[in-house]
C-alpha cells in the first residue's frame, strides 16, 4: 500500500484501538492526497520506476497496490501488471483507474499467495512492508511466486526515521511497534507500523532466499524543486524512506552457479 507521510516530529501517539490500517474508512481521501504529492508523486513513486528500469514485457505483481498509481505507471511502460491488496475500498479505486479487465485481487500479504511458482518476473512492494510484524512468511511467498532471476523491489520507512518519530526513544535494535492518527480532510485514521533496524530486514532478505542487489536512499525528482521549494529542500536534506533491490539466484539452490 503506498503511503502518503510526511513524518511528523511529534505524531499523535494513541493507545492501540480496535481496529487500525483501516485504509476503506479513508480509501478516496487518501488516493487524492498520494496522486500528486511530494513524497509519493515525485519522490517514491520516480524512485521505484528508476529502480525497476525497463519493465516491457515483464510480469509484474504489485502487492500491496492500493489503487492502482504505480501499477499505472508499469503498465505504462510495458508492463503486464497484477495487483493485489488488502483493502476492497483500495482495490475498488485500483479498478476505476486501470480498467474492469485488470487483474487485481484482495489479498492479505500474511497469508498464501493465489499464484503460481515462478508465475512473475518481478514484484514491486511500496510502502507496505513496515506494517508487518514478521516479513518472513511474507517474503517466502513473494519469493515463491518469482522465476529464478526475479526481483523484489521494495520502499519501506527508513529506520532512522521510524527511531526518531518517537520520545523517548525505543531500543533501535528492537523489532518494535508504533501507532500515530493518519488526517486527510479531518478525518483522522490510526496506523500502525513496526520498526526494524537495518540488519533485521537484510536479514530478512536473505534468510527468505533472496540475494540483495541494491540498497537506495534516492534524492527527489528534479521536478518537484520549483513545486514544493520549502519541503524540495527538507525532502532532498532528510531521509525518508529505503529502498531494496533483492533477486532470486538463478540456481535452485541458491548458489551463483
Not at 20 to 26: E, G, H, T
Not at 52 to 76: E, H, K, M, P, Q
Not at 132 to 142: C, K, R, S, V, Y
Request: charged share 25%; aromatic share 10%.
Amino acid at each position: 500500500m503506498e503511503r502518503v507521510t510526511d513524518v511528523p516530529e511529534n505524531p499523535a501517539r494513541s493507545a492501540e484501538p480496535a481496529q487500525v490500517n483501516d485504509y476503506d474508512s479513508f480509501a478516496q481521501a487518501y488516493s487524492a492526497e498520494n496522486e500528486n504529492n511530494l513524497v509519493n508523486a515525485y519522490y517514491e513513486r520516480p524512485a521505484m520506476l528508476a529502480l525497476a528500469g525497463d519493465v516491457a514485457d515483464r510480469r509484474i505483481l504489485d502487492a500491496g497496490c492500493g489503487s492502482g498509481t504505480l501499477s499505472a505507471a508499469l503498465r505504462d511502460r510495458g508492463a503486464v501488471v497484477t495487483g493485489i491488496d488488502a483493502s476492497a475500498g483500495m482495490l475498488s479505486l485500483a479498478r476505476r483507474r486501470l480498467g474492469d479487465d485488470a487483474a487485481l485481487h484482495m489479498v492479505d500479504l500474511r497469508d498464501r499467495l493465489p499464484f503460481a511458482d515462478g508465475a512473475f518476473d518481478d514484484v514491486v512492494a511500496s510502502l507496505v512492508l513496515h506494517y508487518l510484524e514478521d516479513w518472513g512468511p511474507t517474503l517466502a511467498e513473494l519469493r515463491r511466486v518469482l522465476k529464478p532471476g526475479g526481483r523484489l523491489i521494495a520502499s519501506v520507512d527508513h529506520p532512522f526515521v521510524a527511531y526518531t518519530i518517537q520520545d523517548p526513544r525505543p531500543d533501535y535494535f528492537a523489532n518494535t511497534s508504533y501507532t500515530f492518527d493518519w488526517t486527510f480532510n479531518g478525518q483522522s485514521a490510526p496506523m500502525k507500523f513496526w520498526r526494524k533496524p537495518l540488519h533485521t530486514m537484510t536479514d530478512a532478505f536473505t534468510t527468505a532466499g533472496f540475494r540483495l542487489s541494491a540498497i537506495s536512499e534516492p534524492q527527489p525528482d528534479p521536478a518537484a524543486r520549483e513545486l514544493f521549494p520549502d519541503a524540495f529542500h527538507d525532502l532532498s536534506t532528510k531521509t525518508c524512506f529505503l529502498f531494496f533491490v533483492v533477486e532470486v539466484p538463478l540456481s535452485a539452490a541458491g548458489s551463483d552457479e
